[in-house]
C-alpha cells in the first residue's frame, strides 16, 4: 500500500496560509522553509483547493494520507472530516 504525509493549511487567504506553512516548517526543523518543501508535500490555501490538492494524490495512488495540520487543528480536521467523500478513490 501507499502512504504520503502531507503538511496543510486552510485559509481563505492562500498567502496567509503558505505564510503559516512556512513559519511552522521554520520553527519546527529550524531550517529556510523552502529546503523543507523540496522534500515534503505542503499545501495550504482554501478548503476547495486543499481538497485538490489531497485528492491528486489519492488519484495517484496514495491509499493512506496523514496530514500535519498548521494553524487550528479541529477545526481543519472538521473541515476535511466533512468533505472525506470527496478524498475517496
Known sequence: STALYLTLA????????????NTYLENYYNVPSQLM???????????DEVLAFVRGY???GAQ???IR????????????AANRDQLKS
Not at 495540520?69 to 476535511?80: A, C, I, M, R, T
Open 10 to 21: 486552510i485559509d481563505a487567504d492562500g498567502k496567509r496560509a503558505d505564510e503559516a506553512i
Open 37 to 47: 518543501r523540496k522534500i515534503q508535500a505542503c499545501f495550504g490555501g482554501p478548503l
Open 58 to 60: 489519492v488519484d495517484a
Open 64 to 66: 493512506h494520507v496523514v
Open 69 to 80: 495540520v498548521v494553524g487550528d487543528h479541529g477545526q481543519v480536521l472538521e473541515q476535511l
